[in-house]
Structures are given as C-alpha cells and as structure tokens.
C-alpha cells in the first residue's frame, strides 16, 4: 500500500500538467483585494482562445507543484505532503522530476518520513531514485509509454469538451498581470470534469490488464492564473476530494495541489546522467 500511495503522488504530479479551464462571453472583473490599474476589455472566450493557441504552441515548461494528501483506507488515515520540480519538453518528449514525498506518522515511534524521488522519463527510458532504496531503477518500455500517455498533452479541442456545461460557473478576475478563473463544484456531474487525467494515473497505477479501477468525484475547486501579456497559465491550484477503487478496495482522496509554470520555451534539452544510465537497475 505505500508503494501505491507513492506511485499515485508521482502520477498526480505529472497529470497536473495536462490540467485546463474552458471560457464564455465575460469580461474580468478587477480583483477586491488589492488596486488594478492595468484593466482589460477581452473576454473570458477570447482570453481561453489566446491561451489555448499559446498552449499549442507551447514546446517546454518548469512546474513547482506543493501538494498535500490525506487518504483515508478502511480505518487507517495517511498523510502525505509532496514538494516536486518539473522540467518538461514535448517533443520529442523528455522530462526530468525532482523532489521530496513526506509520509506522516507511519514510522514506529509515530514520526515522519521524508523520502526523496527523482525521475527521468524519456521515449525510450524511465530511469527512477528513491531515497529509501538509494537505487536508481530502469522501468520496463510498457512503463514508459503508459507515464507518456498521462504526460503527453492533449488536444485542446478534446480537452474543451467536457467542460462545456460548466462554462457558466467559471468566475472570471483580473489584476495587473493576470487574468484569474475559479471553479467551485461539486456532485456527480462534476466527474467529467478531470475524468481523462484521473482515469489514466488510475490505470498507469498497474501494468495488469484486468485491474477493475474506478473513481467518483464529489468535490473539485480550480483556481487558474493566465499571464496577461504571453497568455500561458503561470499558475493552477486544485482541490479535490474524490473517491477510487482498485479491485474492491476504496480510498478516499482529500488533495491540495498548487503548481506554478515558468520558463516557457526556455529548456532546449533534458539529459540524464551516464551515472544514472550506468548504475540503473532494470525491473
């Protein structure tokens, strides 16, 4: 069960970064908290159709994600706190994760533990460390393509589909440098909403067919800020509380994850160390 729980932080990690909004015919509101001086006239419709081209012609990102978990499995609660850097490039698609996992109070004397986890993914390898090990591991090639699926984006067209209903409760701001959508829902109907990402970290999670796996949303907030000049999302926090299932066995999910994006089309090139290549153990 830790070895899942620990696969399933490195997934939530990686699937933030295929995460998206959709749009309607508003134009922001200027914040309360603070004075905005710099207001713009675009509505929510045209600031998604402006970030969705940025998105298409994004080739590499850096995201931070802060994340924290409670699992709640039968009569056992875990908790686990997850601080990761990402470089990411799309094509070809290489990718480089580095950070630490922090489960609490499941060491003898009720103390936590921190574990450091680095991986790199490439189209050909998945090299991984984990601290409690000390070991690099080379995962197999079916390992490989399933983590490509959940990282590679998607379409955007794709991804705008199922958001269409929820269109009318995106609350749409604005400062100086950002315009800001927030999400607040709830309810079975709110499951399509991030079921695509979901559905495949939950089937990344084993290399076995015939795994019956199943989740139920019951609550998800975004908030998402898209820079006002280049039109990327610099910044998407979600909240969820879901439900999942593995072959009978249910977990109740409490996230809160917060990732910041940067350097847009700066990383040229992700390479992984020979000391990694040469000192990798395959599985």
């Known amino acids: 069960m830790i070895i899942f729980m620990k696969k399933w932080t490195a997934l939530l990690s990686v699937a933030t970064l295929s995460l998206g909004l959709a749009a309607c015919n508003e ?15 675009l509505t929510l419709q045209e600031v998604y159709d402006k970030s969705m081209k940025a998105s298409e012609e994004l080739k590499s ?22 601080v990761m850097d990402m470089e990411y490039i799309i094509e ?10 922090t489960m609490m109070g499941v060491g003898d004397g009720g103390e936590s533990q921190e574990t450091e986890m680095e991986t790199y993914i490439m189209e050909d390898a998945m090299y991984v460390y984990e601290g409690t090990t000390a070991q690099w591991m080379k995962f197999p090639q079916e390992m490989v393509d399933q983590m490509m699926s959940t990282t590679k984006q998607t379409d955007p067209a794709t991804q705008l589909e199922p958001l269409q209903e929820y269109l009318e409760k995106v609350e749409f701001e604005q400062d100086d440098e950002n315009y800001i959508l927030t999400l607040e829902g709830s309810g079975e109907e709110f499951t399509s909403l991030v079921q695509d990402q979901v559905d495949e970290a939950l089937q990344s999670l084993t290399t076995e067919e015939n795994v019956n796996l199943d989740f139920t949303i019951h609550s998800v907030d975004y908030l998402v800020h898209i820079d006002k000049e280049s039109f990327q999302t610099n910044k998407l926090d979600m909240v969820i509380d879901m439900d999942m299932s593995m072959d009978g066995e249910m977990i109740n999910l409490n996230m809160d994850a917060k990732t910041n994006f940067s350097q847009f089309n700066e990383i040229d090139e992700i390479v992984v160390p020979k000391e990694v290549i040469e000192s990798a153990t395959a599985i």
Do not use: R, W, Y
């Open 61 to 82: 990102v850096k995201g931070s994600i802060d994340m924290k978990q409670t699992m709640n499995i039968e009569e056992m609660t875990f908790d686990i706190k997850s």
């Open 92 to 101: 070809p698609m290489q990718m480089h994760q580095k950070g630490t996992t």
């Open 27 to 41: 134009t922001a509101t200027p914040v309360e908290e603070k004075e905005v001086t710099e207001t713009s006239k």
